[in-house]
């Protein structure tokens, strides 16, 4: 019996139970891969050259976007950023900020991924349309937070940035998957 629990215990401990895992598959887990959703699109496109653009400082000098294209936008500090409506939330007014605007051919579930920390909005019309969901992962840039939205066709959309971390941010527009 004692031989037997013996075994046992060292097949448990060999298997990773109990035992710390230095330098395996634990260290070394891709902390991208912990998203509930399907991000195989967005983790390909967050392999590509972005498109490199200067977010603007208000909704009329703002760049547009197309969907299914990453861009790398260069922020400025967030108390120069005229925002079409107030931040949602706004963690830092010593952050980085932008603007960029988005018209879309149909309405359904869209999501915009960044690579790092940041607050997103969208505002349709002067009025800042609610997220659905989102999600984000620690240690992940490719991508680092992913906010999904119910966006309407042919309207003027402003997607702000605000409390960013740093003066620049890989931002990708993309259809949901459908469910």
């Known amino acids: 019996m004692r031989v037997r629990f013996g075994l046992l215990l060292t097949g448990l ?3 990773g139970f109990g035992a710390p895992d230095p330098g395996g598959a634990s260290a070394t887990a891709d902390p991208c891969a912990a998203f509930s959703w399907d991000v195989a699109h967005e983790r390909a496109l967050f392999s590509e050259a972005p498109h490199r653009l200067s977010a603007g400082l208000s909704p ?3 760049p ?3 969907t299914g294209q990453l861009y790398e936008l260069t922020l400025a500090p967030q108390p120069q950023v005229h925002f079409a409506a107030a931040p949602g939330k706004s963690r830092s007014a010593d ?3 932008g603007l960029a605007v988005l018209t879309l051919p149909s309405a359904g579930v869209y999501r915009i991924a960044l690579d790092q920390p940041s607050w997103v909005d969208v ?4 009025t800042p349309v609610r997220s659905r969901d989102f999600q984000g992962r620690s240690g992940c840039s490719a991508p680092h937070k ?3 939205f119910v966006l309407p066709a042919k309207v ?3 997607i702000q940035l605000s409390s960013g971390s740093g003066p620049t941010v890989r931002v990708a527009v993309l259809a949901a998957p459908p469910s």
């Not at 505002?123 to 002067?126: P, T």
């Open 156 to 158: 003027a959309l402003t």
């Open 123 to 126: 505002v349709a019309e002067g």
């Open 13 to 15: 401990l060999n298997a």
């Open 60 to 62: 009329s000098d703002s």
């Open 64 to 66: 547009a976007l197309t």
């Open 95 to 97: 952050g980085y900020a």
């Open 146 to 148: 992913i906010v999904e």
